[in-house]
């Protein structure tokens, strides 16, 4: 990564924790959906099936079964919209990311967790969208606008693999905040468990991005090792992952944000 060395072990380590935290956190999110959906569709587990895009299932779910839809008030549907918004943006960011030629080229391990990373974004904005079009609203296949412009304007003066990671935990600490919010926005409980279960895999991204850059910052390639110096590393390292006892929303999206207009 731009000549940094990463210790792959410790690299190969998060990112399977990172999927075991996924896949704990959508077990809750499919039953989540599958009890929003259910008056609406038999087998609410439609938005997992591979291959067909979450809107189109969404309408064949809301129009194709004859069944009325479930009311959903205008302002959850708003906010699962902007859920979905800065889940694209991460997807888009991410796979560009893993383009660029310090990463492509770079470390293996380093390009598999962006990999991983970008998947488990895809996963949840599926599901947001999921549940916006089962509630009687529209997928959002955009990006969040807010923030889609800062990153238009931060993509070109990446030049390594420190200024990748600064601009991934901008982008996870808000998503993580507004789903933390959204828990106490939304009216429906099925909803609040839906983001429920995203917010803390968004906040466990941010708090490996933030572990990997305290030890980029120390300046001593030494250090990013396992076994590691505990004597010589930084003094903040130790909590800078969990900087917070609990989680802010100060940053959280409107829910209007990324709505569909």
């Known amino acids: 990564m731009g000549g940094q060395r990463i210790d792959t072990r410790l690299l190969e380590q998060l990112t399977e924790r990172s999927q075991d935290l996924n896949s704990d956190a959508l077990r809750i999110t499919d039953r989540a959906l599958a009890d929003f959906g259910e008056a609406n569709e038999p087998d609410a587990r439609w938005w997992r099936r591979g291959g067909v895009p979450a809107g189109a299932l969404g309408a064949a779910a809301l129009f194709g079964s004859g069944r009325a839809v479930a009311a959903t008030s205008k302002n959850d549907i708003m906010a699962l919209q902007t859920a979905a ?151 903040d390292v130790g909590g800078v992952g969990f900087p917070d006892a609990f989680h802010p929303t100060g940053k959280a999206s409107p829910i209007t944000e990324g709505a569909v207009t």
């Open 85 to 235: 918004s800065l889940e694209n943006l991460a997807v888009s960011v991410y796979r560009t990311a893993s383009g660029l030629a310090f990463i492509k080229d770079g470390n293996k391990t380093v390009l598999a967790f962006l990999t991983k990373t970008m998947r488990q974004h895809e996963e949840h904005a599926k599901a947001f969208n999921a549940a916006a079009t089962q509630g009687g609203g529209t997928a959002q296949t955009g990006t969040d606008p807010k923030y889609a412009a800062v990153v238009k304007q931060t993509l070109p003066t990446l030049k390594g693999s420190a200024d990748v990671v600064r601009l991934a935990i901008s982008l996870e600490d808000v998503a993580a905040q507004t789903y933390t919010k959204n828990v106490g926005q939304v009216g429906d409980a099925r909803l609040r468990r839906l983001f429920g279960s995203v917010a803390p895999v968004e906040a466990q991204h941010r708090a490996t991005l933030l572990a990997v850059q305290a030890l980029l910052k120390a300046g001593d390639e030494s250090l990013v090792a396992i076994p590691t110096d505990v004597a010589g590393l930084p003094a």
